[in-house]
Protein backbone atom coordinates (compact mmCIF):
# COMPACT_ATOMS: atom_id res chain seq x y z
CA UNK A 1 0.00 0.00 0.00
CA UNK A 2 1.14 3.65 -1.57
CA UNK A 3 1.58 5.65 2.17
CA UNK A 4 -0.16 9.15 1.51
CA UNK A 5 1.79 12.47 3.93
CA UNK A 6 0.02 15.65 3.76
CA UNK A 7 1.36 19.08 5.04
CA UNK A 8 1.04 22.45 4.66
CA UNK A 9 -2.34 22.72 6.57
CA UNK A 10 -2.67 26.12 9.51
CA UNK A 11 -4.81 29.24 10.43
CA UNK A 12 -5.05 32.04 7.71
CA UNK A 13 -7.34 34.87 7.35
CA UNK A 14 -10.03 35.36 4.79
CA UNK A 15 -8.77 35.78 1.33
CA UNK A 16 -5.11 34.67 1.91
CA UNK A 17 -3.70 31.64 0.46
CA UNK A 18 -2.39 28.44 1.33
CA UNK A 19 -0.86 25.63 -0.39
CA UNK A 20 -0.86 21.76 0.61
CA UNK A 21 1.59 19.19 -0.34
CA UNK A 22 0.92 15.24 -0.53
CA UNK A 23 4.26 12.93 -0.66
CA UNK A 24 3.89 9.40 -1.75
CA UNK A 25 6.32 6.66 -1.04
CA UNK A 26 5.10 4.94 -4.55
CA UNK A 27 2.76 4.13 -7.03
CA UNK A 28 -0.42 2.71 -6.92
CA UNK A 29 -0.98 -0.57 -9.53
CA UNK A 30 -1.34 0.31 -13.06
CA UNK A 31 -0.53 3.49 -15.26
CA UNK A 32 -3.66 5.09 -14.72
CA UNK A 33 -5.03 6.12 -11.30
CA UNK A 34 -6.14 9.64 -10.02
CA UNK A 35 -4.82 11.85 -7.29
CA UNK A 36 -7.10 13.65 -5.04
CA UNK A 37 -8.07 16.13 -2.54
CA UNK A 38 -11.05 15.87 -0.40
CA UNK A 39 -12.04 17.95 2.59
CA UNK A 40 -14.39 17.12 5.64
CA UNK A 41 -15.44 19.99 8.12
CA UNK A 42 -17.43 18.87 11.16
CA UNK A 43 -20.31 16.94 11.16
CA UNK A 44 -20.45 17.15 7.63
CA UNK A 45 -19.63 14.22 4.89
CA UNK A 46 -16.26 13.58 3.31
CA UNK A 47 -16.22 15.72 0.00
CA UNK A 48 -14.42 15.80 -3.03
CA UNK A 49 -12.42 18.86 -4.27
CA UNK A 50 -10.02 18.10 -7.01
CA UNK A 51 -8.02 15.25 -8.69
CA UNK A 52 -5.48 14.93 -10.57
CA UNK A 53 -5.23 11.90 -13.70
CA UNK A 54 -1.98 10.15 -14.53
CA UNK A 55 -3.00 11.85 -18.21
CA UNK A 56 -2.67 14.96 -16.32
CA UNK A 57 -6.29 15.62 -16.65
CA UNK A 58 -8.48 17.52 -14.00
CA UNK A 59 -11.50 17.62 -12.28
CA UNK A 60 -12.46 20.61 -9.96
CA UNK A 61 -15.55 20.61 -7.59
CA UNK A 62 -17.80 23.16 -8.39
CA UNK A 63 -17.66 25.54 -5.07
CA UNK A 64 -13.87 25.75 -5.48
CA UNK A 65 -13.14 26.38 -9.73
CA UNK A 66 -11.69 29.75 -10.11
CA UNK A 67 -9.95 29.86 -6.84
CA UNK A 68 -8.23 26.08 -6.05
CA UNK A 69 -5.57 24.19 -8.28
CA UNK A 70 -4.34 20.93 -8.43
CA UNK A 71 -0.76 19.95 -9.51
CA UNK A 72 1.70 17.07 -9.41
CA UNK A 73 5.36 16.96 -9.31
CA UNK A 74 5.82 13.91 -11.14
CA UNK A 75 9.50 13.67 -10.62
CA UNK A 76 9.17 14.00 -6.61
CA UNK A 77 5.80 12.24 -6.42
CA UNK A 78 4.34 15.08 -4.76
CA UNK A 79 0.88 16.53 -5.13
CA UNK A 80 -0.07 20.20 -4.89
CA UNK A 81 -3.31 21.88 -3.76
CA UNK A 82 -2.89 25.73 -4.39
CA UNK A 83 -5.74 27.28 -2.66
CA UNK A 84 -6.76 31.24 -3.34
CA UNK A 85 -9.35 33.71 -2.00
CA UNK A 86 -9.89 31.65 1.12
CA UNK A 87 -13.31 31.62 2.69
CA UNK A 88 -14.14 30.97 6.31
CA UNK A 89 -16.20 27.36 4.80
CA UNK A 90 -13.11 26.21 3.45
CA UNK A 91 -12.52 25.56 6.83
CA UNK A 92 -11.95 21.34 7.31
CA UNK A 93 -9.77 18.57 7.54
CA UNK A 94 -7.88 18.32 4.11
CA UNK A 95 -6.92 14.37 2.87
CA UNK A 96 -5.11 13.05 -0.26
CA UNK A 97 -6.01 9.89 -1.50
CA UNK A 98 -5.82 7.62 -4.39
CA UNK A 99 -8.17 5.91 -6.65
CA UNK A 100 -8.72 3.70 -9.96
CA UNK A 101 -10.94 6.15 -11.72
CA UNK A 102 -10.99 9.83 -13.06
CA UNK A 103 -14.40 10.38 -10.47
CA UNK A 104 -14.50 12.32 -7.42
CA UNK A 105 -16.74 9.91 -5.98
CA UNK A 106 -15.63 9.21 -2.79
CA UNK A 107 -16.32 5.26 -2.96
CA UNK A 108 -13.42 4.89 -5.54
CA UNK A 109 -10.92 5.66 -3.44
CA UNK A 110 -9.11 3.19 -0.63
CA UNK A 111 -5.93 4.58 -0.33
CA UNK A 112 -5.92 7.85 2.16
CA UNK A 113 -2.93 10.65 3.94
CA UNK A 114 -3.81 11.43 7.35
CA UNK A 115 -5.60 14.68 7.18
CA UNK A 116 -3.97 18.09 7.64
CA UNK A 117 -6.45 21.00 8.68
CA UNK A 118 -7.20 23.73 7.13
CA UNK A 119 -8.49 27.03 9.35
CA UNK A 120 -9.95 30.17 7.64
CA UNK A 121 -10.91 33.17 10.10
CA UNK A 122 -12.83 35.91 8.85
Known amino acids: EVELVESGGGSVQEGESLTLSCAAN?????????SAWFRQAPWKDREGVAL???????IYADFVKGRFSISKDIVKNILYLHMNSLKPNDTAMYYC???????????????WGQGTQVTVSS
Open 97 to 111: ATGPIRSLWLGSYKN
Open 26 to 34: GHPSGDYYS
Open 52 to 58: FYSDGST
